[in-house]
């Protein structure tokens, strides 16, 4: 689960970590107002989605796809350019590396005061499962790509893994402070902020934190100018506030409802629905989709335990998605019996009627009832008994392959 710059940098100034003053805004009076009540005559306005790379992609009209603006994050130095810049960027589509052609709609500002910059850094903690542990990383080159970083001077970033039993030790921040170039009241402060970065990191349950820039002021004071949070969503039930900060608006709408259905469901840019029960078997499926050469619609897990309105729920999902082509379902039943997935086909085909190929394979617990169901009705569908004849078929069917 992603949340917000502004309600990141919320979470830093809980956490003792030092940023700047900013204000939230969701229209061009609120950003102007802002400006008024910061008491800055530089401001940095930022676009917020949930997506990296902001200040270096373009807006666009939503309507006719008009270059508008170029970079989402701007720099002010009047109100007359916070007037200008809120008016570019609010109700826009923002397209950035990590958006995709698609972009994303800017619903959100956040107007931040300015500072002197010494020095841009880069810093992120995240889970490292291969070490079970947290690893933090650290670079001299911050405000630049780290996937850049990492390939063209990989010397530049310095990492620290963290025992969650032992916790972050005082020489580890020491040495990855001194690692960047730090001493003296830099030093020091970066010391207090990693520590207090670590400490937010574990009681939030965080899948990653990253502040790219990462600054040394003119003062020698540490400052998080940036805070992407992301949570891990298995730990939700420990955070009652975690609904408060979600943007739905910022969220694949069928994933959404996928998630309130309580399946598994990430959308991809194929054209082959996938219904499949077990993650697993999910990954295999689209696996063995791309080897015979289609390309996956979706992952979509329904689980061990789904029942005949699940089952029909995630195929309404599928078809909810204009690029899907035509639907694979590989089901191996154990405690998910085969019968009552292809009684909830059937129910679908009643309910919304198949207009694309469908291949199923059914295997496991009660697989031949499943396969007389599915026999003896009307429903147009290619039957088969492995994964690979599945993909093979589907993909033959909507005319994909090499």
Not at 49 to 58: L, P, Q, T
Request: with cysteine; hydrophobic share 40%; glycine share 12%.
């Amino acid at each position: 689960m992603n949340i917000h710059e502004y309600q990141g940098k919320q979470l830093f100034r809980e956490a003792g970590v030092k940023v700047l003053d900013g204000v939230h805004c969701q229209s061009v009076e609120e950003a102007l107002a802002a400006y008024d009540s910061l008491g800055s005559k530089v401001v940095a306005v930022k676009s917020q989605i949930h997506a990296g790379g902001r200040g270096k992609g373009n807006l666009y009209c939503p309507n006719d796809g008009t270059l508008l603006m170029e970079g989402g994050v701007k720099i002010a130095f009047s109100r007359e350019d916070v007037e200008e810049f809120a008016t570019g960027i609010l109700g826009h589509i923002l397209v950035t590396k990590q958006t995709g052609p698609a972009g994303k709609l800017v619903s959100n500002l956040y107007v931040e005061s300015g500072c002197a910059i010494a020095h841009e850094y880069y810093l992120a903690l995240l889970v490292d499962r291969e070490e079970k542990s947290v690893l933090i990383m650290a670079s001299t080159e911050g405000g630049m790509d780290i996937e850049e970083v990492a390939e063209n001077t990989p010397e530049a970033i310095h990492k620290v893994w963290v025992d969650p039993a032992a916790g972050l030790l005082g020489f580890q921040k020491r040495n990855l402070g001194m690692a960047l170039g730090l001493s003296g009241a830099a030093l020091k402060d970066f010391f207090r902020m990693v520590g207090s970065l670590y400490d937010l990191f574990v009681a939030n349950d965080c899948a990653m934190v990253e502040i790219n820039p990462l600054v040394r002021t003119e003062d020698d004071e540490i400052v998080a100018l940036d805070a992407k949070v992301s949570f891990d969503e298995n730990a939700e039930f420990r955070h009652k506030n975690w609904g408060d900060l979600r943007d739905l608006s910022e969220e694949e709408p069928t994933e959404t409802r996928a998630n309130e259905a309580g399946l598994s469901y990430v959308k991809l840019d194929g054209d082959i629905g996938c219904l499949v029960n077990g993650a697993g078997l999910a990954m295999a499926t689209m696996d063995v989709i791309k080897l015979y050469g289609g390309e996956p619609a979706n992952f979509l897990d329904i689980g061990g335990g789904a029942d005949e309105a699940k089952v029909q729920e995630a195929f309404e999902i599928i078809l909810e998605d204009p690029n899907v082509k035509g639907i694979l379902v590989n089901i191996f039943g154990g405690i998910q019996r085969c019968d009552i997935v292809a009684n909830a086909v059937l129910a679908v085909s009643e309910n919304m009627g198949l207009e694309v190929p469908l291949v199923i394979r059914l295997s496991g617990t009660n697989f031949e009832e499943g396969r007389a169901i599915i026999d003896a009705s009307d429903l147009e569908c290619t039957s088969v008994e492995t994964l690979a004849e599945g993909a093979e078929a589907i993909v033959g069917l909507i005319g994909g392959g090499q």
